[in-house]
């Protein structure tokens, strides 16, 4: 993305804001067989317009507009020049994590395997576990199935596989402790689980969490929770209560707001002699919008939130009731369906409705912190995520959440290039105006 669409991009989020008007080694026990629940899941909505590159039977490569995802195609696997190309859609894998991929045209048609490969480090925020990624693919009955055989360089951050089809493709997590991310208010609690997603075919025979991982055909299904047999501990890191009960534990904040408002939540588990983490992040909330750029002070300023129908987006906006609060605007996209909610990556492609966008203008340091930054004379979108969930309390429709930018540009207001790259975190608790 160029300086020309990050204008556009810093302009049309501004027009936004003037429309708001404001470690065990021993082998754990084998595990019951859990029965697998399949889902039909619709298909994703298309985000951005396709992608295509001509390939021939030489070879060759296409990568993503937004360059999470590359198709790598050898010599001999088409047969004559065919248009292959790559759109990004709405992830709708129970589990998926990011955006999910549109490969065309569909079916079977390379005479070799060719290499799927997803770049996975801007997702790296909201993972709750990096090696329990893996590649699915939608089949024809709407069902997210695993394609099996999965390389994962959690060096590199690339995840790969190898298909000879294409179709809808999407990366998700096999386990998780969910939820991944969560603001809590003061005294405030929530139940975390630890969850699975994915299962052998056929469901024959004991199970085991390593089978899924290797064999094709492995079914993406209805989440159900963890035999206690592979939980070796729970661990709370931060201020707060932690009391835990097998496959899941109870997290209760603290009665007054601590200087250290991060808090994370491990559970360990044994897999095959193997020590695997499960990670969830929970952060204690102030009414209002609360931000901590760098590791530095938290500061809370008052904030609403909103929906917009042209563009069709929510919102979340800072309240300038004074010169000092600095400009904050945080929005996504609304999908037809649905409400707020959800985890949705910094996204900045496509039209104007369909990317996620956050800029905070402070006039003390004439500068503008964004959610993309500028790698190798290009602006890229930032690691991290905002999440979303809405609730009704004495009456008052609310919204909360959390935030993380890990890679977060600020941009000079004068020349609108780069002076640096920061960290921005932050959580909000806002009444809604839907």
Known sequence: MNKLIYTNRCRSLWIFALLLCISSCKKNPVAAQTKAVTEVRPAGVALTETLTESIGPDGGSVKSEDGRIEIIIPGGALTEETDIGIQVIKNTAISGIGNSYRFTPHGKIFKKKVTVRFYYKTSEARLCNKEALEIAY????????????????????????????????????????????????????????????????????????????????????????????????????????????????????????????????????NVQGKQVLLVSTIYIIDEGISISIDYGDWHTYPAVGVKTVSPNRYGIVSQRVTPDIPQIIISWPVISGQNSAGMHEWFSKGEPENYIGFEDSDASINGIYTSVYEKDDELTDSGGYVTAEEFTEGGKKYVRGSFIISQSGLMDVSTGKQREIGFVVGTYKVQRKW
């Not at 024809?140 to 590199?156: H, K, L, M, Y």
């Not at 199970?207 to 070796?232: E, F, N, Q, R, S």
């Not at 109870?250 to 994370?264: D, F, H, I, K, L």
């Open 138 to 269: 939608q089949n024809e009955r709407g069902i997210w199935t695993c394609a099996g055989g999965t390389v994962n360089d959690t060096t590199q951050k690339i995840v790969s596989v190898q298909t000879d089809h294409f179709s809808d493709w999407a990366l998700i997590a096999s386990l998780e402790l969910t939820p991944t991310a969560k603001t809590v208010g003061l005294g405030e609690n929530v139940t975390l689980k630890a969850l699975r997603y994915v299962y052998p075919p056929g469901n024959n025979g004991p199970d085991d969490l390593a089978v899924p991982l290797a064999i094709p055909d492995a079914i993406c299904g209805v989440p159900t929770k963890l035999d206690p047999g592979y939980i070796v501990k729970w661990t709370l890191n931060g201020p707060g209560k932690l009391t835990a009960n097998g496959n899941e534990a109870s997290y209760t904040a603290p009665s007054t707001m601590p200087a250290n408002r991060r808090v994370t939540v491990t559970a360990e588990l």
